[in-house]
């Protein structure tokens, strides 16, 4: 079976344009129109959004749009978010935007309005995270719990380690948080370092609460508290967790008056505003994590009522498009120009690459365009001095995100100015390069002349807004959050499943028996039973 993607009429027509675009360079298109720079931006929610140096023109943008209508977008948008059973793969909604909805709302699921549920939930959490940041939960031995260890991996972890990083400056100076992922026992071992198990309380955050990785941290992490309060009554009251799963979560020990829940129609990558925020909220109060979530909220309804040719998220996720399955761009350089930020790249890995790595679509189809993109990044201007020289003169076409803000959380004389002074220099240097004359006019000897040659053309958006503050970081997450799925309606894949994690775990679970018993025959190919031998022995 044919997809239909390549075939349809806009994608023709992109075909064609993009034939005659490709060579054009953005010094031609900026010095052939001046209103270039306002023309192609745009402030909404306040970000402001500068997609003038991309290598499009107003009719690339057009077909892009008629891209998407013909891909029936608009209704695709309000299908996810009114409940529809998108993610079909898994028979589910796809409900993340419910999680930030206003009380009041009403969003159906399954004939159930999901609203006050959800809000419920949050209810909880705050009352728990205000016993929590005053004091008044008590260890097992009646000391003040101090320290937060979230057990989680995947969405269960990178949402709350990227929003604790990100929201610092908000967070409760007198506690201590650390963030368990990885089986390796060194992740556990150096997250509980120095910390005392009468003051620490343990989130387990696990959506199916069986995740290998969570589980068995989780069971190290009980020990560690016995070994040293010995009561199996303590569990209760160093173990809270967050789960779909409640059967699961008594039969680990776990109260389920400690529990606090969500549901099917979240994806782990788009849950770090449901009750996996948990270790968030405790950080940073229930207050700061109510305006996170307003953040969230503005930005989906800018992504569900902005008309395209003004909506950020469908502008970024048909730029991204156009370089993916045009230029043929593999990667998308993730920048921001705030060291807080410094986790969002790994976040949006997830985010971006298990929604969109798929070769396959709704209909079971193998793909003959590109989907997804390697998403990587660090924050400027640390990459900078490293691999930014690849972007500016290497062989590949890498567009940019530059995300910064203009006001700092910690106002240094001079530095914000240098700081900002660098993102902003670095899109224009992508854009515009250096051509050998103006490096000869600089008196460059002739020999170093092709090496200090700037080719420029390299496409870049920047995202600027005031502050990075709770509700900020929300529209930020949503934003990229909404360009996903976008992506996904396009290429015609589910973005919310991730079915290509499961062989790899299945071979685990078959090679650790294997491991831990030498005389076990072994039965893989040549290089895998080498592997193994090689531990054993
Ligand atoms: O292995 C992939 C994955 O299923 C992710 O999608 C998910 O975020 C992560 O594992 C953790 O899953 P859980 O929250 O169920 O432990």
């Not at 680990?252 to 129609?265: K, T, V």
């Not at 920047?462 to 934003?479: C, D, H, Q, R, S």
Request: proline letters at 4%; a negative charge.
């Amino acid at each position: 079976m044919k997809n239909n993607l390549t075939e349809s009429p806009s994608w023709k027509l992109l075909e064609n344009h993009f034939q005659g675009i490709k060579n054009t360079s953005l010094r031609t298109l900026f010095s052939g129109d001046d209103t270039r720079g306002s023309s192609l931006s745009l402030e909404k929610e306040g970000i402001f959004f500068d997609y003038s140096k991309h290598r499009v023109v107003r009719e690339t943008l057009d077909l892009l749009f008629q891209l998407a209508r013909e891909r029936g977008l608009h209704d695709k948008i309000e299908a996810m978010f009114t409940g529809a059973k998108i993610n079909i793969t898994e028979k589910r909604a796809v409900l993340h935007t419910a999680l930030r909805a206003p009380k009041g709302s009403v969003i159906m699921a399954d004939g159930v309005n999901v609203v006050p549920l959800v809000h419920e939930v949050l209810e909880r959490m705050a009352g728990f995270a205000a016993t929590i940041r005053q004091g008044e939960w008590k260890g097992f031995t009646g000391k003040t719990i101090r320290n937060i260890v979230n057990i989680g991996i995947g969405g269960s972890d990178l949402g709350p380690v990227m929003a604790f990083e990100a929201l610092k400056f908000y967070v409760q100076q007198d506690m201590t948080f650390r963030f368990v992922s990885n089986i390796d026992g060194n992740d556990f071992s150096e997250a509980v370092k120095e910390l005392h198990p009468e003051e620490t309380l343990f989130i387990v955050s696990s959506k199916t609460f069986t995740t290998l990785e969570t589980m068995t941290n989780a069971r190290t992490a009980r020990k560690w508290l016995l070994d040293e309060l010995v009561d199996e009554a303590a569990v209760a009251r160093h173990f809270v967790a967050v789960s779909t799963n409640a059967k699961e979560v008594s039969a680990f020990g776990i109260d389920p008056r400690n529990m606090f829940g969500f549901w099917d129609w979240v994806g782990g990558r788009y849950s770090m505003d449901s009750a996996i925020g948990l270790s968030t909220m405790i950080a940073i109060g229930p207050e700061h994590f109510y305006a996170m979530l307003d953040g969230f909220h503005r930005m989906d309804d800018h992504f569900r009522t902005a008309p395209f040719n003004e909506n950020i998220p469908v502008i970024m996720a048909l730029l991204g498009i156009w370089y993916i399955d045009f230029f043929g761009a593999q990667t998308q350089a993730v920048l921001p120009y705030d060291n807080y930020l410094k986790r969002f790249p790994a976040y949006l890995q997830q985010l971006t690459m298990e929604s969109n790595g798929k070769h396959v679509t709704l209909d079971g189809v193998t793909t003959d365009y590109q989907t997804g993109s390697v998403y990587w990044g660090e924050p400027g201007t640390n990459g900078q001095h490293s691999f930014y020289q690849m972007i500016h003169q290497g062989t590949l076409l890498i567009p940019c995100d530059f995300i910064g803000f203009r006001t700092s959380l910690n106002p240094l004389p001079l530095h914000q100015d240098y700081l900002v002074a660098n993102m902003i220099a670095q899109g224009e240097a992508l854009a515009f390069g250096k051509t050998a004359a103006e490096v000869r006019k600089e008196g460059v000897p002739e020999e170093l002349v092709p090496h200090k040659v700037f080719e420029g053309n390299r496409p870049s958006s920047t995202f600027f807004m005031e502050k990075l503050t709770p509700a900020n970081l929300g529209k930020l997450v949503a934003m990229y959050e909404h360009a996903v799925y976008v992506q996904g309606v396009i290429w015609g894949v589910n973005p919310f499943d991730q079915m290509g994690v499961e062989l790899g775990k299945v071979l685990s679970m078959k090679i650790i028996p294997e491991l831990q018993d030498k005389q076990r025959p072994i039965n893989h190919d040549s290089s895998t039973n080498n592997l193994i031998r090689y531990y054993r022995d």
